[in-house]
């Protein structure tokens, strides 16, 4: 019997725990194959759940910096781009992309829609594997309450025109709250060029009676619109495994907006998660995006028979 959480989610993966096997030789030699780059901590909207909204310092790489990176990790073969901030806000980063491109360098970014203007969204068609809008809302009124700005109308146009450039993947986020849950049926409204949406509950969780809601509300919109639908998240967020060691920390570095390296996204801009600072230890880690890659790492590591094969 299917996962009713995963019916329809044809060829939904971006994220391949598995393939880190791919990468052993890199791993032993702690030579990162992917970076998370934040080009800059600046954001033009003001979302009520932002972690990093208020940071002391707004700041933006330059173009140097990135393209530094280049020779820091020749081995790179992927870049998620995210923030941080928004990272269009740092005029340089639409370079980095084409050179991206050029170096055989596959690149994905999520945006909060609003600088996609056409000559912006035509290079990350053309460069870009996927584009992912964090939308969070269907109507102007609620757009203005959970991001901060009354851009609703500029950013569904701005999605429109993404949806027609050459894109492989193109979809929206929605975090799922109390403000926003009663909205989610009228995305069949607004009929988005869009291959996906994807609902997700905020990092402090969510109020079940509001998971309740929503989780009737996304049923029945998946029968009703064209588009896959995600959910997964909204029954088990993150997790965490703490029997086995974080050590996909050898593959991976998240380049802050603040100029400084993190080992991992989900401490990104804590001191002592910096690379060079960071010990090892997990103690303050409550989920991991990564726990699956560390759980084959782990079986790597101590199964001889997976290392004769590989």
């Given at each position: 019997?299917?996962?009713?959480?995963?019916?329809?989610?044809?060829?939904?993966?971006?994220?391949?725990?598995?393939?880190?096997?791919?990468?052993?030789?890199?791993?032993?030699?702690?030579?990162?194959?992917?970076?998370?780059?934040?080009?800059?901590?600046?954001?033009?909207?003001?979302?009520?759940?932002?972690?990093?909204?208020?940071?002391?310092?707004?700041?933006?790489?330059?173009?140097?910096?990135?393209?530094?990176?280049?020779?820091?990790?020749?081995?790179?073969?992927?870049?998620?781009?995210?923030?941080?901030?928004?990272?269009?806000?740092?005029?340089?980063?639409?370079?980095?992309?084409?050179?991206?491109?050029?170096?055989?360098?596959?690149?994905?970014?999520?945006?909060?829609?609003?600088?996609?203007?056409k000559e912006v969204a035509d290079v990350i068609g053309d460069n870009c594997q996927y584009c992912r809008v964090s939308l969070d809302a269907t109507t102007p009124k609620t757009y203005k309450i959970v991001h901060g700005v009354d851009t609703f109308d500029k950013v569904i146009e701005n999605i429109r025109y993404m949806g027609k450039t050459s894109i492989p993947e193109f979809g929206l986020s929605y975090l799922v709250t109390q403000y926003n849950v009663w909205e989610i049926p009228k995305f069949k409204?607004?009929?988005?060029?869009?291959?996906?949406?994807?609902?997700?509950?905020?990092?402090?969780?969510?109020?079940?009676?509001?998971?309740?809601?929503?989780?009737?509300?996304?049923?029945?919109?998946?029968?009703?619109?064209?588009?896959?639908?995600?959910?997964?998240?909204?029954?088990?967020?993150?997790?965490?495994?703490?029997?086995?060691?974080?050590?996909?920390?050898?593959?991976?570095?998240?380049?802050?907006?603040?100029?400084?390296?993190?080992?991992?996204?989900?401490?990104?801009?804590?001191?002592?998660?910096?690379?060079?600072?960071?010990?090892?230890?997990?103690?303050?880690?409550?989920?991991?995006?990564?726990?699956?890659?560390?759980?084959?790492?782990?079986?790597?590591?101590?199964?001889?028979?997976?290392?004769?094969?590989?």
């Amino acid at each position: 019997m299917k996962d009713e959480r995963y019916q329809g989610i044809k060829g939904f993966v971006i994220y391949n725990p598995s393939k880190v096997l791919l990468y052993m030789k890199e791993w032993q030699k702690k030579e990162p194959v992917f970076l998370e780059l934040h080009p800059s901590t600046k954001c033009n909207n003001r979302c009520i759940w932002c972690r990093y909204w208020g940071m002391a310092k707004q700041n933006t790489l330059s173009r140097e910096q990135m393209f530094e990176l280049f020779d820091k990790y020749p081995k790179v073969k992927g870049v998620r781009i995210t923030g941080g901030g928004e990272p269009l806000m740092n005029e340089q980063l639409l370079d980095f992309i084409k050179e991206c491109t050029n170096r055989g360098i596959k690149t994905s970014i999520e945006t909060n829609g609003n600088l996609l203007t056409k000559e912006v969204a035509d290079v990350i068609g053309d460069n870009c594997q996927y584009c992912r809008v964090s939308l969070d809302a269907t109507t102007p009124k609620t757009y203005k309450i959970v991001h901060g700005v009354d851009t609703f109308d500029k950013v569904i146009e701005n999605i429109r025109y993404m949806g027609k450039t050459s894109i492989p993947e193109f979809g929206l986020s929605y975090l799922v709250t109390q403000y926003n849950v009663w909205e989610i049926p009228k995305f069949k409204e607004l009929n988005l060029p869009v291959g996906y949406i994807h609902f997700k509950p905020l990092i402090e969780g969510i109020d079940p009676e509001v998971k309740k809601i929503a989780l009737e509300k996304i049923k029945k919109l998946q029968s009703e619109i064209g588009c896959n639908i995600k959910y997964d998240r909204m029954f088990e967020d993150y997790y965490h495994n703490r029997k086995v060691c974080c050590e996909i920390t050898n593959l991976i570095r998240v380049i802050g907006g603040d100029g400084k390296e993190y080992v991992c996204c989900e401490h990104a801009y804590e001191p002592d998660f910096e690379v060079g600072v960071w010990d090892g230890s997990t103690k303050k880690c409550v989920q991991c995006r990564y726990a699956n890659y560390n759980e084959i790492i782990d079986m790597f590591k101590n199964n001889a028979f997976t290392k004769e094969f590989l």
